[in-house]
């Protein structure tokens, strides 16, 4: 803005057939950021409702397969229960605010837990092939895509064009402002309403678009609910093994 005032408006001719131009310019420039700023902020939004809707279907998985694994044999439910505490666990972690090195850990011990899991399961099923067993192997096999489709979801960001295009629009409209204004540096502190007003769009935006940083995340409510849900089912069937 400043370097359309100070700079470009050398430039400025003071006929009135040329400011009207120059109106016509500065309005459907506006006109275009707002837009464009209005349509990113929606991509972001419906990114953000996406690993909502990923983060309950996960936790729906998990607790279907739990239960399901009661349908197994005794020693392999137990295994497989166990499995998925450690499993949840890594998957609550996942949804918290890591640096790169420690969100990669995270994600090699989940994907370490899910083969752990799936080897568990594939002796039963080749041994004793069933309706029922097939039930549980299909849960388990939801719970692993589940997963995959959450990374997927966090990986789906903002493309960088995007940004440069909004950046690029942005920066021009504020050279247009400034280009056009007649008392900028008199009234500087009302001109500068409108690129705070910018930034400000542009970091919501980033927030909401930045999955693991920001002040705008996904909290694991269903996971850490499910998390008490399936230790306090452990422990009512450990109670009632010992009444047994």
């Given amino acids: 803005m400043w370097f359309g005032n100070a700079v470009l408006s050398k430039y400025r001719t003071k006929d009135t057939e040329t400011s009207t131009d120059l109106g016509i310019i500065q309005t459907a ?8 700023i209005g349509f990113t902020f929606s991509m972001a939004i419906a990114r953000y409702d996406l690993r909502q809707t990923y983060e309950e ?9 739990f239960l399901r694994a009661d349908l197994l044999p005794s020693k392999t439910a137990e295994t497989i229960k166990g499995l998925l505490g450690e499993y949840v666990d890594q998957r609550i972690l996942f949804y918290s605010k890591q640096d790169r090195e420690t969100a990669q850990q ?17 002796p039963v099923a080749r041994s004793q092939p069933s309706p029922t ?14 997963q995959g489709y959450t990374q997927a979801a966090w ?23 400034g280009f056009g204004a ?23 935006i980033a927030d909401i678009d930045s999955p693991r940083g920001g002040v705008i995340r996904i909290e694991p409510r269903n996971l850490i609910d499910l998390k008490h849900n399936m230790s306090s089912l452990h422990s009512s069937a450990s109670t009632m093994g010992d009444k047994k």
Wanted: proline letters at 2%; a neutral charge.
């Fill in 29 to 36: 420039t506006l006109t275009l950021l707002g837009l464009i």
């Fill in 57 to 65: 279907a996960e936790a729906n998985a998990i607790g279907t397969e």
């Fill in 106 to 122: 995270i994600t090699k011990r989940t994907i370490d837990l899910e083969n752990a899991m799936w080897n568990e399961l594939l």
């Fill in 133 to 146: 067993i097939a039930l549980v192997i299909s849960g388990m096999n939801d719970v692993i895509n589940s």
């Fill in 155 to 177: 990986w789906n960001r903002i493309p960088t064009a995007a940004w440069f295009l909004m950046t690029a629009i942005a920066i021009g409209a504020n050279m247009l402002v």
């Fill in 182 to 204: 007649r008392n900028f540096k008199r009234n500087i502190g009302l001109f500068m309403i409108f690129p705070t007003m910018i930034a400000i769009s542009f970091f919501l």
